[in-house]
């Protein structure tokens, strides 16, 4: 069960959109619609943004997408704000060893 | 509004066992359709799912930590547990509970997540 490939960092000034992207295989997220991210700032716990791949849990601003190609899913976080820095963890449901989690991106905003 | 809460030792010594535990309040660990795991993170490192239990009592644990883990449930007190045995350094991380929503019997996301405590494992 290896880890979920993302980028270490991206940065983006406000106001820009940027993407981070999450790489699996044919067994966890190119099979299944069950890729979820994680925002977590310093010191806290993480907090669900996107689930099934594009849905967002009631109170997660639109500026955050979701989307899923082949075995890559991304992340997407449009008009970038101060409060968006943070690092970004994807997850995958990966059949018989369930669950599988990415490595994780700090995301800088210039 | 659910809410998780970890407790248990911070300090554990090397070949131990590290002991935690999860309550849950403002709604019941017996409710259908979640599951409730245990996820941990080194310092300065990544997310790593341990285990969870099912609402049913069904476990599934992490095949590189499988051998050292049990997760079990507490109904009676709306709790659930982790317990790791053999632990070394490499074991030192922040340990959170979360639950786990399910659909059609898979894992689909946490959604609730506990505030984390900090395990130290040293002499």
């Known amino acids: 069960q290896s880890a979920l490939t993302q980028p270490a960092s991206v940065s983006g000034s406000p106001g820009q959109s940027i993407t981070i992207s999450c790489t699996g295989t044919?067994?966890?997220?190119?099979?299944?619609?069950?890729v979820s991210w994680y925002q977590q700032h310093p010191g806290k716990a993480p907090k669900l943004m996107i689930y099934?791949?594009?849905k967002r849990p009631s109170g997660v601003s639109n500026r955050f997408s979701g989307s899923k190609s082949g075995n890559t899913a991304s992340l997407t976080i449009s008009g970038l704000q101060a409060e968006d820095e943070a690092d970004y963890y994807c997850?995958?449901?990966?059949?018989?060893?369930?669950?599988?989690f990415g490595g994780g991106t700090k995301l800088t905003v210039l | 509004q659910l809410q998780l809460q970890e407790s248990g030792s911070g300090l554990v010594k090397p070949s131990q066992t590290l002991s935690l535990t999860c309550a849950v309040s403002?709604?019941?660990?017996?409710?259908?359709?979640?599951?409730w795991s245990w996820i941990r993170q080194p310092p300065g490192k990544g997310l790593e799912w341990i285990g969870y239990?099912?609402?049913?009592?069904?476990?599934y644990y992490n095949p590189s930590l499988k051998s050292r883990v049990t997760i079990s449930v507490d109904r009676s007190k709306n709790q659930f547990s982790l317990k790791l045995s053999s632990v070394t350094a490499a074991d030192t991380a922040v340990y959170y509970c979360?639950?786990?929503?399910?659909?059609?019997?898979?894992?689909?996301?946490?959604?609730?997540w506990g505030q984390g405590t900090m395990v130290t494992v040293s002499s």
């Open positions: 997850c995958s449901y990966a059949g018989s060893s369930p669950v599988v």
């Open positions: 239990i099912y609402h049913s009592g069904s476990t």
């Open positions: 099934e791949g594009s």
């Open positions: 979360a639950r786990g929503s399910m659909v059609q019997g898979v894992l689909d996301a946490f959604d609730i």
């Open positions: 403002g709604g019941s660990i017996s409710s259908g359709g979640y599951s």
């Open positions: 044919s067994s966890d997220v190119g099979s299944y619609n069950l």
